[in-house]
Nanobody, 119 residues
């Protein structure tokens, strides 16, 4: 079955960096685009970044452009999110997402990893 396992979250000071990883299994990894979302209690889940199957196209939320970089290693079935120049407003649970061809209701999600940016 499809599994997505995030890691790499933690507490970091403003201006610091973190790299999140999402290890995927149970499907043909390179056949799917992958996304990172983030969730703050009381707010809508936000798409942070996405990457196509072979990494040829990436997209970012305006709020993270120039600071975050999404990448993938298809040999390791892993997608990454490098986060630099972190701000307190980046504090959230970050979730790995594999879109489903059946529509959003059938998307796959990881359990999430907490990122806290605070002095």
């Amino acid at each position: 079955q499809v599994q997505l396992v995030e890691s790499g979250g933690g507490l970091v000071q403003p201006g610091g960096s973190l790299r999140l990883s999402c290890a995927a299994s149970g499907f043909a990894f390179s056949a799917y685009a992958m996304n990172w979302y983030r969730q703050v209690p009381g707010k809508e889940r936000e798409l942070v970044a996405g990457i196509t199957g072979f990494g040829e196209v990436t997209n970012y939320a305006d709020s993270v452009k120039g600071r975050f970089t999404i990448s993938r290693d298809n040999a390791k079935n892993t997608v990454y999110l490098q986060m630099n120049s972190l701000k307190p407003e980046d504090t959230a649970v970050y979730l790995c997402n594999r879109p489903s061809r059946g529509g959003p209701a059938y998307d796959y999600w990881g359990q999430g990893t907490q990122v806290t940016v605070s002095a």
